[in-house]
């Protein structure tokens, strides 16, 4: 069974377009977070949410929206793609923000934009 | 958050100890050690954490120096399913997040 999971695990799209990542977990955790590998490996957090409320939003465009419709869930939408929108994308879950440093994460989303 | 510096990058025979190196002289009080590593085109995973006496579990040993400036990840037998990049991270046990530098690059040769 595979705690975290993200669909899509790939996704090429063109500037201007609107698309979404899935991100599960099974694993019962109460939070959920959102980060992005840049093109120089360098991971950096976008979001967190605690059970279904928005905890840590850095500064990202308004362009990404995350969504929690229940705690097992955390997807990602982005408006208006743009070429720097290239990355690889990351969900993790952490039993609560109590254990935050302990994060189960998922194996990504390539996300291209042309 | 504590800065922490580590080497880019270490090789490491198959089979031997490899002993991954952090410097975190800013450390305060409160701050934990946090390993993390990343295999190639998965998820980071955690490995274990500290603060201020040694640690052991089943995958690897955290020494941390008595005056905490320092601390050595140790991967007691490596493998080449170790080959990835390792991350310390110095936070407050209270922290809401994790802040990923650019850790070290651990290749196991055979």
């Known amino acids: 069974d595979t705690a975290v999971s993200q669909t899509p695990k790939y996704l090429v799209t063109q500037m201007g377009n609107d698309k979404s990542i899935k991100c599960e977990q099974n694993?019962?955790?109460?939070?959920m977070y959102w980060y992005k590998q840049d093109s120089k490996k360098f991971l950096k957090i976008m979001f967190s949410?605690?059970?279904?409320?928005?905890?840590i939003n850095e500064t990202v465009p308004n362009r990404f929206s995350p969504k929690s419709p229940d705690k097992a869930h955390l997807n990602l939408h982005i408006n208006s793609l743009e070429l720097g929108d290239s990355a690889v994308y990351f969900c993790a879950s952490s039993q609560d923000l109590d254990y935050a440093y302990e994060q189960y994460f998922g194996p990504g989303t390539r996300l291209t934009v042309t | 958050d504590a800065k922490t510096t580590q080497p880019p990058s270490m090789d490491c025979a198959e089979g031997r100890a490899a002993n991954l190196p952090c410097n975190h002289s800013t450390i305060s009080g409160n701050e934990y050690v946090y390993w993390y590593r990343q295999i190639h085109s998965q998820g980071p995973q955690y490995i274990i954490h500290?603060?201020?006496n040694n640690e052991t579990n089943e995958m690897a040993s955290l020494i941390i120096t008595e005056d905490r400036k320092s601390s050595t990840l140790i991967l007691p037998h490596a493998t080449l399913r170790d080959t990835a990049v390792y991350y310390c991270i110095v936070t407050s046990g209270s922290a809401r997040q994790l802040t990923f530098g650019s850790g070290t690059q651990l290749t196991v040769l055979p």
């Open positions: 694993l019962g955790h109460d939070t």
């Open positions: 949410y605690n059970n279904k409320e928005l905890i």
């Open positions: 500290g603060l201020k």
